[in-house]
């Protein structure tokens, strides 16, 4: 059994910044890539960013250059470092153990004057 937890989501202005967080437990947490997702009112659940076991990361063009992905595999912990933040990245953020059915509870991030 795997248990992720989301955190760090909340209100912030435009252009402000947020870092997220995922705490896993249940498995070797370092052995497996991870991904952070979004889902926004009405719309599909969209891959933001994903680091693999070895560090290797990929971003959604929409994201690109504002979103650092990173892991901390000591406090079996992911992050997601999102600057220059837009009211169009409003939804809710959740973070994925690849091809699994595991799931954060997600944490809401506005963004809004």
């Known amino acids: 059994q795997v248990q992720l937890v989301e955190s760090g989501g909340g209100l912030v202005q435009p252009g402000g910044s947020l870092r997220l967080s995922c705490a896993a437990s249940?498995?070797?947490?370092?052995?497996?890539?991870m991904h952070w997702y979004r889902q926004a009112p009405g719309k599909q659940r969209e891959l933001v960013a994903a680091?693999?076991?070895?560090?290797?990361?990929t971003y959604a063009d929409s994201v690109k250059g504002r979103f650092t992905i990173s892991r901390d595999n000591a406090k079996n912990t992911m992050y997601l470092q999102m600057n220059s933040l837009k009211p169009e990245d409003t939804a809710v953020y959740y973070c994925?153990?690849?091809?699994?059915?595991?799931w954060g509870q997600g944490t809401q991030v506005t963004v809004s004057s």
């Open positions: 994925n153990l690849p091809g699994t059915d595991y």
């Open positions: 249940g498995r070797t947490f370092s052995i497996y890539g």
């Open positions: 680091i693999t076991s070895g560090g290797r990361t």
